[in-house]
């Protein structure tokens, strides 16, 4: 595998997966993979392909999602000259330049029932008819799909052929989300950061400080290895200690004292403001308040330092004080010497 196609983990969920990946590798057979955002689809159908017969064969990969509707069936099918507006020459669509290799359907969900109708029928009979053309064309493709779609439940609504989902599913290769990958968080973090020093020039790998790991562990990772990949390659580019261990993790590339407001929600139909639920707040018990109210200062104190990357002066703009009050803040925080 290349260095941007390593499968890297260790917990039994994620080599189920792989290992059930492996095994359908070698049968002539479609392979969905069904997992969410950032998962790793792609590198599951690039080792479907590579450990196949047709490994010398093209890999080709189409995502569904990215051309509008009325060209997605010529990017599938192909099309003739003159087939429609700006068609100008015939051109061979994805089937066509897959033959004898794997096609790599990404975004399945989204295609239209016109498409479905016509990959359907290219599944069961092997064979394309380009846009504009009355003549099949033979076709020895191994199709590869993949979505975050519950293909099913869609099936159930209408928005998916049954006897196309029925075609597809010989083998459903599910990718557990980055959340449920016991102990991978750290092997997949330390990957990426070796990665990311290497391409520094830093002289070695200082790790990750307590407080770093504390927060990725700490993190649900909606974007999931994609996202961790991010993070953790922005922490080490923004750290300038090579030779200390990382203990800043910065999650939200966007966070900022100057960050721009979110529009305002839009009025309802009769002219009212669009109702909003405000997050019921907890009501602390306490029983020293001043100990308590220190302790909120001076995490409002840190996190505002954080916000401003450590610089006192915007921090004390973002807080509304004057720099000689934070300064005197921090001092009674023992927040610097």
């Known amino acids: 595998m290349e260095r941007e196609t390593q499968f890297v983990g260790e917990s039994g969920a994620f080599l189920d997966a792989v290992e059930m990946a492996s095994r359908a590798a070698a049968l002539e057979r479609p392979v969905l993979v069904i997992g969410e955002r950032g998962t790793g689809k792609e590198l599951i159908a690039e080792r479907l392909h590579r450990l196949s017969q047709r490994w010398e064969g093209p890999l080709i990969t189409l995502n569904c999602a990215a051309l509008p509707e009325t060209l997605i069936e010529a990017e599938l099918f192909g099309h003739e000259a003159g087939a ?22 990404d975004e399945l969900a989204t295609l239209s029932q016109a498409a479905q109708e016509r990959l359907l029928r290219a599944v069961e009979y092997g064979e394309v008819t380009r846009i504009g053309s009355n003549a099949p064309l033979k076709v020895d493709v191994r199709i590869v799909g993949a979505t975050n779609e519950n293909l099913p439940d869609l099936v159930e609504r209408n928005r998916f052929r049954a ?175």
């Open 84 to 105: 429609f507006t700006g068609a100008t020459r015939a051109r061979a669509g994805a089937f066509e330049e897959a033959d004898g290799g794997t096609l790599f359907l």
């Open 163 to 337: 006897d196309l989902l029925d075609r597809l599913s010989f083998e459903v290769v599910t990718l557990p989300p980055l959340r449920v990958r016991d102990g991978d968080i750290l092997v997949l973090a330390d990957y990426f950061g070796r990665r990311m020093a290497v391409e520094l020039d830093w002289p070695g790998w200082p790790g990750f400080g307590d407080e770093a790991v504390k927060i990725l562990i700490g993190h649900d990772w909606p974007g999931n290895v994609r996202e961790l990949r991010n993070v953790v390659e922005r922490s080490v580019y923004r750290w300038e200690q090579p030779d200390v261990p990382i203990d800043r993790i910065e999650l939200d590339p966007f966070d900022s004292p100057w960050r721009i407001p979110a529009e305002p929600e839009p009025a309802a139909a009769d002219g009212a403001a669009a109702p909003q639920s405000a997050p019921a707040r907890e009501k602390p018990i306490v029983d020293d308040f001043k100990g308590a109210v220190e302790a909120y200062e001076k995490e409002i104190l840190e996190t505002a330092l954080e916000r401003a990357r450590y610089n006192q002066r915007q921090t004390a703009k973002a807080l509304g004080l004057s720099y000689d009050q934070l300064r005197h803040a921090l001092k009674r925080h023992d927040m610097i010497g």
